[in-house]
Each structure stands twice: as C-alpha cells, then as structure tokens.
C-alpha cells in the first residue's frame, strides 16, 4: 500500500518540521494570546494525531489482512448486520474527544477574546487599527500621534486594538502576538493583544481585498515601554500634523510606504460608533480616563458579544 | 462602438485572447462536424429533447467533466504563478479572476453537477423506477443549470470575470469596488443554475418517497438513494436561501438598493451570513452523495454486506441537521464574540461524531471481507486516509480560538480541499468507473485507470500536505504573489507539482475513456462487478424503460439475494408501460433563461423584457399543452427483452 506509507510517511515529515529547528510563525508566539493559541493548536495536533493513526492501523491491517488474493476462492464473507457493543465505541470516544475538544475550545475562547492575561492590572493601550485599500492606519488616541502601515507597541502591556474598514472588509493579524479578527466599514471589532519580548514582527491583512490584496501588509515593533515612550516623544517632536485633506489623500487606493503623524483621524472623521460597534471614540476616552479593573473590562465584553449575537441574528 | 465597449474584457491578456480565438474554433468546429455528419436531428431528437434520467445523467455527467477541466486550468495558472517568489506571470487582477471562477466553476459547476449526474441516473434504477416522478422537470433543471455554466463561463471573453472570490464577500463585491460586469456574471449565473438544482431536489425527493419498487421501505432502500434522498432534502432547505441572497446582491449592483452596501444602512455581514447559510448545508449537499457512493462500492469490492446501515443513516439524518448549525464558523473572526463563536464551535465539532462513525462503518465492512483492488475500490480506499486528515483538521478548525490564526491562510485551502478531492471528486471517479459499464455497456481499462488513481492520490496529497505549512508559517490564502524573505517559495512550488500530477491524473482519465471505447469488450453481461443493488438487475446498458418487469424487493440487498439466495426479483409476465415524450419546451425555455441571464448582466432591459416573455410563453404552452406520453405494449417489450439478451 504505497499510498499509505506516503502519507504516514508526509505526516512524520510534517510533524518534524512542526518541531523543528525553525518554529513556524504562528508556532512560535511571542505574547500571551498567541501562546494560547499555539497551546491549544498543539493539544489538537496531537488528539487529531491519535484518530488519523487509529485509522491508518485499522485500514491497513485490513486490506493486509482481509485482502482477495490471499483468500481461498471457496471463501464466502459473512452477513454481518452491526454490533451494539462496537457501535457504542464508534460513538462513545469521538464523543469524548469532542467533548473535551469543546471544553478547550469553549475556554480558550473566552481567553482569547479578554485582555491578555499575565500584565496585572496594567491599563491597555488602546490602537485604531483601520484599513484602506490598501493600507493600515494606527491611531494611537492616548499618544495622540498616527502611523501609516507601521506599529510600535510596548512589550508587558495589554494592547487592545480597535478595528474598522474604509472599504472592504479586512482581516487585522499580527500572526506571532494572536489570531485575527475582522475589520469592517460599519462597526468597530475589538482585539486584545500582547507583547512578551522586544522584537519585529509580520502584521498583515488576511482577509482578500481586492486588487492591492497581497502587498497588504505591516510591520510590528514590540519594544519596551520606556523605549516606546522615547519614541512618541520624537515623534511628537518631528511628525507632520495629520489635516483633514492630507487623511482623505491616504484614503485613495494604492500602496504606500510607512508614515507618522502627530493627531490623529478620529478627531475630524471618527470611527463608526452606534449599536453595532459597542463603543465609540468618545466613550473609550472616557472609560480610560476612569481605569477600570480586569473585572468590570471582561464584563463589558460579554456584553459586547451579546449585542453581536443579536445583530447576527 | 458603444457594444464593442460594453462587452469588452477590462483586463485582457494573452491568455483571453488565445481562449476566445479557441472558443471560435471550438464552435465552429462543432457546429461544421455536426452539420457534415448529418448530426443535428440526432443531436436534437435524442440528447436536446430527451426526458430520460439517463441520458440526462450522461449529460450531466459531460458537463462537469467539462467544467472540471475548465476548473483545472485555472488551478495550473494559480499555482504556476504562486510556485515562485515575485512571479509575473499574471498580474493580481488576472489572478483574482482565476481563483474566484475557479471557486465558482468547481463547486457550483463541477462538483453539483457531478453528484445529481450519478444520482439521476442511478436512483431510478436503484430503486427499480422507470423514471424520476416528472421527467420534463428534470429535463428542464439539466437545462438551466447547463445555461447557467455557459453564462459564467462566457463572462471572461466578455465583459471580464468575477474577481471578488467565490464567497462574492460585499462590499468589495458591490458596485463601487467592482466595477466590471463580472460579479454581475456570477449573481445571474449562479441564480438560474441554482433555479434548476432547487428543482431537482423537489424531482428528487417526491421519486425517492413514492417510485421506490414494491417491498423496498425505507430501511430497505440502498445507501446511495438514502445519500440522494438527505442531499436533496437539504437543497430544497437551503437553496432558496442563496437565490434570496442573489438577488439582494443583483438588486444591489442593477438597483442601487442598500442591502450589503454599507452606506445607507446595508450590512455587510449580512451577505456573509446569508451566503454561509447556503453555503454550509452545501459543503454536505456534496458529501452526502460522495459517502452514499462510498457505500455501496467498499460492499461491493469487500463481497460483505454494509456494516452498520441503520447507524449509516442515522449519522447522515444528523449530519443534515447540523449542516444548517454550523455557518458562524466560516467568520468566527467577525467579531460576534466568545459566546456565539463558542455555541458554534461545539456545533461544528459535534459533525465530527457522525462523520467519524461512517469512517469506522467502512472500516468495519471491510472486517471478514474479501478485499479486490479495483479502480472503484482504490479511490474509496484512498478517501478514507486522505478524508480522515482533511476532516481532523476540520475539527482544529472549528475550535474558535485556533481559528483566529487559522483563518483566511493556506491551513485553510489545505483543509477544504482535503475534504472535497477525496470526498467529491475522488467519489466522482469511483462512481464514474463502478456505474460505467451500466451507463455505456463496456467497462473502462482497470491499468489506466489504476495509473490515474495514483497520480490523483498523489497529486493531492503532494498538493495539498504543504500548505498546512505555509498556512501556520503565516501565508494567506488568495495572495497573488509573496516576497522571497516569507520562505513560502519551496511549500508552494511542492503544491505546484502536485497540481501538475493531478493534472496527469486527470489526462490519463480521458486518454482511458478514449481507449476503452475503441478497444474494451462489449461482452460483460449486466453485472461485471458481481454487485449487489438493483440497478445491475437491468441489462446493460439500460433500455429506456430501465425494467421490463418492475421488481419485488424484501431485502436491503434485493439483487444479491437474487442472485445468491434464489430471491425471485421479477414475478409475473410483461405489461404495456407508460413512457413519457421527448419535449424540446425545457431546451427552449432554458436557452431564454440564457439570454434573459446575459441581458440582465449588461442591463439591456429590452433582451431581459423579450427573453421574460420568451419564458412565461414557454410556461403558457405548457399548461395547455396535451401530453399523455406513449405506451410500449407487451409485444414489443417482449421482442425488446429477448433482444437485449440474445445481444449478450
């Protein structure tokens, strides 16, 4: 049975490449949410690695044993309706492993979709992340400043970015810090993020957008916070104010190199509030200025996922 | 001038021309051949006009083996230009082109097409009927989906193709962001192919429920039927979803209504919600036949009877209610939230339990069996590992946390292809060799065959194994190309040689077809499979009224009862039948809905107005039109019958 041996023969290479000397982006995190995502990525590998061998051992001790040409011509197979006790099995563990699967999901989930865990009770610093084809704009309301298709962020702070479109809907992933979420026209998606170490990362725009779709990309820079605080000082120092016209000129499609401002966007074209968002600029503002504890944070985001989930419906 | 302008391709290259000058010669070539070998009236009275399941069958079948190969050119530029860092061989308009029609093409085109071919012309005979229950419905929905496929197909020599990929998420698909006809195209293509398939789930369902030969229950009825009969349940569920969210999206882009765009209170998420909705139930609308398929060729090769048919069915009356639970999955990074993304990622695990339990079903059919390595059996083979990987990683998929990194990259197109090559396709080419000889009356080479197996096996997995790679190193999907520094280069051009081995695979079928027509035996008799359901009861190939004698079923395997514990399947003496007439209302109808489609995508109001009238006309003289068929007496189906077996 070639075909077997190839593909056990495949796995065995993908797995050595998986733990190989050079990690994969995605495999090798750099902050709390991507850790956990690479946990749980793991953790399915090797559950998923146990049903593809079951499988494998099953088929090919069949076809070994059961195969034609080895049997006497006078063989006859038998009837055989099912059996209760081998059924129950058949559904029993893929019921387990569903069950436990689910059970890691459901947490992970949660974990995930909360500011990072491991910075105590920092204060976030929140991002505008918005997009344009093809390009993305990082509104830093607390530095008040702005970068164009750059991202400076502090390392051992939860980051949480706030995403929208002005156009197409995009997907904001910085691969090594977390998973994705989408940025769209008509209302603001929250990502929580962070930074484990100082260093340089791939930040893209996953989701295909069209004709600039591939060059759609950005560079992350996780650096310490005092490092980060120098940073938005010279920029505050050198940077060219962001006007009105000069953002409506960023807006037209095309691709651009990395840009600084000083102000940002949100003041004369802010983000899109209402209902669908959750929060709108004002309101952050004001929800920063009042610190609020990890607690009362992770209840408004449940009550962020409520609203979305009677807007889906 | 101002036509020349409407109708010409935004973003020409030298491929399109070269496609639309072989486009010409193609049609000439068909039309002049046709035209010298006297062929028309043959063409006309015997394939354009017929009402037979079969030949519909046949014609479904060609078709998607057509599309399949249109599919397939578009893989081998995809990969082509993505097999090295910085390619230039498309530019990023031409690529985003590609992939969309190919998305398009493959699902909606081929691999539809495909499963309601083998249904229509196994079903009926499987469950010993002489037809579906309305054979010119079934005409007409073969018709609509072929004119449907030709109006997409014809959107790249004219007017540009879609670009916004198959899913057409809005508003990148609305007017502003698109602005060729091309998504215009795709609304209208896919609105009337999908009229046809809404039909053929109706067709379907009634047949299953009231043709089935006397003695044949429910619990009787072979696994294939069962598949067909959960499949177009499903369709008529979720079908009418899509053609709503067409013509939202077709009032969007003709109307200037607002309902995806997001200015004026559309919602762009609400397209994406409305297309999942479909979107989902369709990925098992293609699976189910494909297991129905799977279970009734690993019986057949093992020479044991199915393992578990009541669990078989069971898994596959869950399977359909969860189909419809499990859309939110396709954008758990759309911000809905831990809550949603969790009830949905428990939904979406959960189809794991029934899928698993049909693997293990087929594993265990083959226990105390006596395995043959035929074509059919090696592709049936050959799903279950290669199934088992595409389907696990649709477990780790499903896990929303996960999901946020795996989302929108090659883990993905690795995944979904995992699934539907061997699920689809594979099961495809399995069916296509095992009901061939009942279809065309010779069998197809076993040693070609068995090379093109492996070349498919192998190009798939070649193909496909590293993107999972390059999906968790961070490629997205859809990039028409990527910079040197990304280390994606070696991942993709192991994926471009394996397209190219599917490509051979794909050749080497059709060199087979080629070759075991001119030189296979016409002498196999009606069972050359020694098989076990009723359709090989028949002669072979079939005549049109499929059974002389309808037959008497009480059993699950009725024919190998027949055969091998002196069941008598046929009792009493020949009757007159009542056939149907051969109508060209279907054709003609179609050919309106065609011109209606194309009117519509260039808002030529005055073709839509004439080609409407065209088919309300059409309905009109249907529902006063006398048709009561026509009645093969006894005598002639004696003389037919003795035919037919003195020609063994």
């Known amino acids: 049975m070639k075909l077997k041996w190839a593909i056990i023969g495949a796995l065995i290479t993908v797995i050595a490449l998986l733990t190989g000397c050079e990690p994969l982006t995605v495999l090798d995190p750099k902050g709390p949410q991507a850790q956990t995502q690479a946990d749980v990525i793991w953790i399915s590998i090797a559950i998923m690695a146990f049903i593809v061998i079951t499988v494998f051992v099953m088929l090919v001790y069949l076809l070994i044993k059961y195969r034609g040409s080895k049997q006497p011509d006078s063989y006859e197979p038998p009837h055989i309706e099912g059996n209760k006790v081998v059924e129950a099995i058949v559904v029993g563990i893929p019921v387990i492993i569903v069950a436990v699967l689910s059970v890691i999901s459901v947490k992970s989930t949660y974990e995930v979709e909360a500011k990072p865990e491991g910075y105590g009770d920092k204060e976030p610093l929140v991002v505008y992340a918005s997009s344009s084809d093809w390009k993305w704009h990082f509104s830093y309301p607390e530095q008040d400043i702005e970068t164009v298709n750059y991202l400076y962020i502090p390392t051992d702070r939860p980051l949480e970015f706030k995403l929208y479109s002005y156009g197409p809907i995009t997907s904001f992933w910085i691969p090594q810090l977390g998973g994705q979420k989408y940025a769209m026209s008509d209302m603001i998606t929250t990502l929580h993020l962070g930074a484990d170490a100082p260093g340089e990362f791939m930040g893209r725009n996953a989701n295909f957008s069209g004709e600039g779709f591939a060059e759609n990309t950005f560079n992350v820079k996780a650096m310490p916070q005092e490092e980060f605080d120098e940073w938005v000082k010279e920029v505050k120092q050198t940077a060219e104010p962001l006007t009105e016209q000069k953002f409506d000129e960023l807006l037209e499609p095309g691709h651009l190199g990395q840009l600084t401002f000083t102000g940002t966007h949100l003041d004369f074209m802010p983000p899109p509030e209402g209902h669908h968002g959750g929060h709108g600029a004002d309101d952050k503002k004001n929800s920063h200025s009042s610190h609020e504890s990890t607690s009362s944070e992770h209840a408004e985001h449940e009550e962020e996922g409520a609203e979305h989930e009677a807007h889906n419906e | 001038m101002e036509f020349f302008e409407r109708f010409a391709v935004p973003h020409p290259s030298p491929a399109i021309y070269a496609s639309m000058v072989a486009i010409a010669l193609t049609s000439i070539a068909i039309v002049a051949g046709l035209t010298y070998f006297k062929k028309w009236g043959y063409l006309w009275r015997e394939w354009l006009t017929t009402v037979d399941h079969k030949k519909i069958g046949i014609m479904y079948m060609i078709s998607a083996l057509l599309m399949l190969f249109r599919g397939g050119a578009d893989v081998l530029m995809m990969r082509a230009q993505t097999a090295v860092p910085e390619n230039t061989l498309l530019d990023a308009q031409h690529y985003n082109e590609i992939f969309t029609t190919h998305g398009v093409v493959m699902i909606i085109f081929m691999a539809m097409a495909f499963i309601i071919a083998l249904m229509n012309f196994v079903i009926p005979l499987q469950i010993g009927a002489r037809d579906v229950a309305f054979p010119r419905l079934n005409a007409l929905s073969f018709w609509l989906y072929f004119m449907g496929a030709m109006l997409l197909n014809i959107s790249f020599v004219i007017g540009g193709s879609p670009s916004s990929g198959w899913t057409s998420y809005f508003p990148l698909a609305g007017n502003e962001l698109s602005q060729s006809v091309g998504t215009n195209y795709y609304m209208l293509s896919l609105q009337i192919s999908g009229l046809g398939t809404l039909i053929t789930g109706i067709n379907f369902i009634v047949t299953i429920l009231k043709m089935r030969a006397p003695g044949m229950t429910l619990m009787k009825m072979p696994m294939f039927s069962w598949a067909g009969l959960i499949t177009n349940v499903i369709i008529v569920f979720a079908f009418p979803v899509l053609t709503v969210a067409l013509a939202m999206g077709t009032m969007d882009r003709l109307f200037a209504t607002n309902f995806f765009t997001t200015t004026n209170g559309g919602m762009d998420m609400l397209w994406a919600n409305l297309f999942w909705v479909w979107g989902h139930p369709e990925v098992y609308i293609l699976i189910l036949p494909a297991f129905g398929i799977y279970s009734e060729i690993i019986p057949t090769f093992s020479r044991r009877n199915l393992y578990g048919y009541n669990t078989m069915v069971i898994s596959m009356v869950v399977i359909s209610?969860?189909?419809?639970?499990?859309?939110?999955?396709?954008?758990?990074?759309?911000?809905?939230?831990?809550?949603?993304?969790?009830?949905?990622?428990?939904?979406?695990?959960?189809?794991?339990?029934?899928?698993?339990?049909?693997?293990?079903?087929?594993?265990?059919?083959?226990?105390?069996?006596?395995i043959q390595f035929t074509v059919p059996m090696l592709y049936s083979l050959g799903f279950i590992p290669i199934f088992t990987i595409g389907g696990v990683t649709g477990v780790m998929l499903g896990m929303a946390s996960a999901d946020y990194q795996y989302h929108n990259t090659m883990f993905l197109v690795a995944h979904f292809h995992l699934v539907i090559i061997p699920g689809v396709v594979f099961a495809m080419l399995a069916g296509l060799t095992y009901w061939w000889p009942k279809m065309f009356g010779f069998m197809l080479n076993e040693r070609i065959g068995k090379w093109a197996f492996w070349f498919i096996a192998g190009g798939t997995c070649l193909a496909f194994f590293p993107m999972f790679i390059s999906g968790l190193d961070g490629q997205a999907r859809r990039m028409y190309t990527y910079s040197e520094a990304?280390?994606?280069?070696?991942?993709?051009?192991?994926?471009?040689?394996?397209?190219?081995?599917?490509?051979?695979?794909?050749?080497?079928?059709?060199?087979?077809?080629?070759?075991?027509?001119?030189?296979?035996?016409?002498?196999?008799?009606?069972?050359?499979?020694?098989?076990?359901?009723?359709?090989?009861?028949?002669?072979?190939p079939v005549p049109e009224y499929n059974f002389a004698i309808t037959p008497q079923v009480n059993s699950r395997q009725a024919f190998w009862d027949a055969k091998k514990n002196g069941h008598k399947l046929f009792k009493g003496g020949y009757k007159e039948i009542h056939m149907p007439n051969n109508s060209g209302v279907p054709f003609i109808m179609a050919v309106f809905f065609f011109i209606f489609g194309f009117g519509f995508v260039f808002s030529m109001w005055i073709t839509v107005i004439a080609s409407l009238i065209g088919i309300i006309a059409c309905l009109i003289h249907r529902s006063f039109e006398k048709d009561h068929g026509y009645h093969i007496s006894a005598e002639e189906l004696e003389k037919s019958e003795v035919e037919l077996r003195g020609a063994k």
């Open chain 2, 486 to 540: 990304t280390g994606f280069g070696i991942w993709n051009m192991l994926s471009f040689i394996g397209a190219i081995g599917l490509a051979i695979g794909f050749i080497l079928i059709v060199y087979n077809i080629y070759y075991s027509t001119r030189y296979a035996s016409r002498d196999i008799g009606d069972d050359p499979w020694d098989a076990r359901s009723l359709e090989w009861a028949t002669h072979n």
């Open chain 2, 321 to 370: 209610l969860l189909s419809f639970l499990v859309w939110v999955h396709h954008f758990f990074t759309m911000g809905q939230g831990a809550l949603v993304n969790s009830i949905f990622s428990i939904t979406t695990m959960a189809i794991a339990v029934p899928t698993g339990i049909k693997i293990f079903n087929w594993l265990f059919t083959m226990w105390k069996g006596k």
